[in-house]
């Protein structure tokens, strides 16, 4: 052994003998699980690069469509650049791309990805696009999402990606939140850390390193960090008792990767979170006791490089802070010029740089990159949709769809339950009136454009009146709010067709339930964010209220099972919409007919949602 050991440097002597003294005290990432062999790759492949080399094995350049190939192939062969991260485009041009790289890389890439829902988030017409994190928040059986990363964990490596940028550990606990919002599994710290969890092992137990994000935590602001720098003004007692408890838990779970987030937090640094030695190196690394790798979120977003002019600097200056990795950047000889200068100010060692790329060869290696296969095209597409994730989808569907109102028990519908009237608000979906009707209740369907008149509208109510029971589903939703988020608390303003609304929301839909939210035998069903009921003023005197989160065809099947009652209602809000829908409340039988109200003073205080404060 010893003879060995002498064949490395003498930093890697420190790592190893570190990582195995101290392995019953502290938590490292499978990849430091590392042998021999492994550990001879490393320092072999480390101790051939020139200095610049090592420089660039920190970076990860972007991909963006085929045009790309030119610009990343040059940056590969002149600079050795550590990996890269794709963007868009189709998953055939991405298997393409990275057949060719591996053919003129000197060193093994890396390939990385934003799949927070799956491939598809990425390749849409590819990919398969899986349940988003807010419908997993209200889902109980947590073990389904470690089904789903598991999944994702199979995709992403048939098109070469072995690094995937998630879970989103953040508390989304402001529903202003322009960026983060559905992207989290919610407001409640243990729930998000738990199904955080899940997620990291379903990726990690397959080989596929698991990145955290965004530490410290972007849950809790109305600034997007790729516009602008959101600030976090919370004491530090706050932020130790939620926003780093996910991350926290995470770190003890051997998650592989944290992103460091750009944000301000004045409590700890008047510096941007992911430059600040404070939050990386002190709190992250040697206060929470991160050992894996820390990337900085993309340092071309506009939170960073509206504060440079020139590039590269913050490049630097996030190694500096403690990162080991920079994500998304592309002006590779600027960063390590500016990286040259910070080791000569003294700023930062050659020896924080072998940390880092140590670090960094021990997750290649571990994920298998120095033995890449040529990616095969031939059933790529069958591979990519296997039987099991529709499945999936569906099981999680089931359990997501929250019922939050049933007053007078009109739920589940049946044919004593009169005639009924379905209206469809946005689109025509056709699963709830095929469903109804497969069961032999009497039902006629009506469909209202988003953007009807208001003679449209009321000529619709009075049809409606002869019903005895309707059922209302909207959809057309925005996932995104897009626009100035005019709320029920926010405003004593009546609807006018003049004014915006947030998440798609239409003068004409307000306008609908402004009628028919009085009658006592309506069941409404929003297919989309949870927040978008924060715009519609007394949707809860409805006899019942269903919420699914997002819309696809999945969860409308859900939904007709819930009303049929082929399926009880199991969903719970994952976040609080305002004072009337708090975090953690669902029906869970159609006979329960009182939604646990919550009143604020009996609030934890991660299940309030903190808007436009300046303090806590």
Avoid: C
């Amino acid at each position: 052994m010893y003879k060995f050991l002498k064949r490395i440097t003498f930093l890697f002597i420190l790592m190893h003998y570190f990582i195995n003294v101290n392995a019953q005290n502290d938590v490292y990432p499978k990849y430091f699980d590392a042998s021999k062999e492994d550990l001879v790759w490393v320092d072999s492949v480390w101790n051939a690069f020139s200095d610049n080399e090592k420089i660039a094995q920190l970076f990860i350049v972007p991909f963006y469509t085929p045009k790309s190939y030119n610009e990343v192939s040059m940056l590969v062969r002149k600079y050795n650049v550590g990996g890269v991260i794709f963007f868009k485009g189709r998953a055939e041009d991405q298997v393409n791309a990275i057949n060719r790289l591996n053919t003129v890389a000197k060193t093994p890439l890396i390939y990385t990805l934003d799949a927070e829902w799956g491939l598809g988030m990425r390749l849409p017409k590819d990919g398969i696009s899986y349940p988003y994190a807010m419908t997993l928040g209200a889902i109980e059986n947590d073990e389904l999402i470690y089904r789903m990363a598991e999944q994702i964990s199979t995709q992403l490596k048939r098109v070469g990606v072995k690094v995937s940028y998630g879970p989103v550990a953040d508390l989304n606990n402001n529903p202003l939140n322009p960026v983060i919002n559905y992207r989290s599994f919610g407001e409640n710290k243990e729930k998000v850390a738990r199904k955080s969890i899940q997620y990291m092992r379903g990726l990690q137990d397959n080989n596929v390193v698991s990145v955290a994000k965004h530490f410290p935590g972007h849950g809790d602001t109305n600034v997007d960090s790729h516009k602008d720098l959101p600030i976090i003004p919370h004491s530090i007692k706050r932020l130790d008792s939620l926003e780093l408890y996910p991350f926290s838990k995470l770190i003890e779970a051997g998650v592989g990767g944290v992103m460091s987030a750009h944000l301000q937090v004045p409590v700890w640094d008047d510096k941007t979170s992911s430059l600040s030695h404070k939050i990386i190196q002190e709190i992250l690394r040697d206060s929470l006791g991160f050992n894996g790798l820390i990337f900085t979120d993309g340092i071309l977003m506009d939170a960073i490089t509206k504060q440079y002019k020139g590039y590269g600097k913050a490049d630097a200056e996030a190694l500096v802070a403690g990162n080991d990795v920079i994500e998304f950047t592309n002006h590779i000889d600027k960063a390590i010029k500016e990286v040259k200068l910070q080791i000569d100010k003294g700023n930062l060692s050659w020896h924080q740089i072998d940390e880092k790329g140590y670090r960094m060869l021990l997750m290649k290696r571990w994920v298998g990159a120095d033995k890449q296969k040529r990616l095969l095209l031939s059933h790529l597409d069958e591979d990519l949709h296997p039987l099991e994730a529709q499945q999936l989808i569906q099981e999680i569907s089931d359990e997501a769809v929250t019922l939050l109102e049933n007053k007078k028990q009109l739920l589940p519908l049946s044919t004593n339950s009169g005639r009924v009237a379905i209206v469809n608000i946005g689109a025509d979906y056709k699963e709830l009136p095929k469903g109804l009707i497969a069961k032999g209740v009497d039902v006629k369907s009506y469909f209202l454009s988003k953007y009807a008149s208001e003679s449209q509208v009321i000529q619709l109510t009075k049809a409606l009146q002869k019903y005895d029971v309707i059922v209302t589903q909207v959809g057309g939703l925005y996932m995104s709010q897009k626009v100035k988020d005019i709320a029920v608390e926010l405003t004593n303003h009546k609807p006018t067709a003049t004014m915006k609304y947030p998440y798609g929301v239409t003068y004409s839909t307000l306008k609908y339930f402004d009628i028919t939210n009085k009658w006592q035998n309506q069941i409404v069903v929003f297919l989309g964010n949870a927040y978008t009921l924060r715009t519609f003023k007394d949707i809860e005197n409805n006899s019942g209220l269903i919420l699914t989160y997002q819309n696809n065809k999945a969860l409308r099947k859900s939904v007709t099972k819930v009303i049929l009652g082929d399926i009880l209602p199991k969903g719970t809000l994952p976040v609080t919409i305002d004072q009337r829908f708090k975090e953690g409340i669902g029906l869970k039988s159609f006979d329960d007919h009182n939604v646990q109200k919550i009143n604020s003073e009996e609030l934890n205080v991660q299940e309030v949602p903190k808007i436009n404060k300046q303090n806590d």
